[in-house]
């Protein structure tokens, strides 16, 4: 127990913000334990910061997910400066359908990415999201 709660509080110690709150009616020997190697690790950081002249900051990193490196969308909001048409031409008879045969391709599409989420299959799921965007935009263009 004694290793986990401090492998726990070492996490949490890794974010700029956090915070390791322990609730207990009496201190156990895991948290005096987990209590005194923190102490004894910030008070080696410190020394070892101060020795070497470094002043702790966060690293910032573009976020990019992994969808993103993929070439698929990860964020919803941004597809009007998206083209993901590419998934669309791949099936040239989408352009020649009517209204009708669009709703059904809209509806088997909605089905078939929740489907592939339930089986988590995100990166099948993001691209037949994407690949519903275009048909609802394709619709909407049609009524």
């Known amino acids: 127990m004694k290793r986990s709660l401090t492998q726990t509080a070492g996490r949490a110690a890794r974010n700029v913000n956090g915070k390791v709150i322990m609730y207990a009616d009496k201190i156990t ?20 910061n101060i020795k070497h002249g470094i002043v702790p900051q966060q690293i910032n990193k573009k976020n990019e997910t992994l969808f993103e490196n993929s070439g698929v969308v990860s964020r919803p909001d941004n597809y009007s400066d998206v083209d993901t048409s590419a998934a669309i031409a791949a099936d040239p008879l989408v352009q020649y359908m009517n209204s009708d045969d669009l709703q059904k391709a809209i509806q088997k599409t909605q089905k078939a990415m929740e489907k592939a989420a339930k089986d988590m299959e995100f990166m099948e799921a993001a691209r037949l999201r994407d690949e519903l965007i275009e048909l609802k935009k394709l619709y909407e263009s049609k009524k």
Not at 30 to 48: G, L, P
């Open 29 to 48: 020997g895991s948290m005096q334990t987990t209590m005194d190697e923190t102490d004894r690790r910030r008070e080696k950081q410190v020394a070892h």
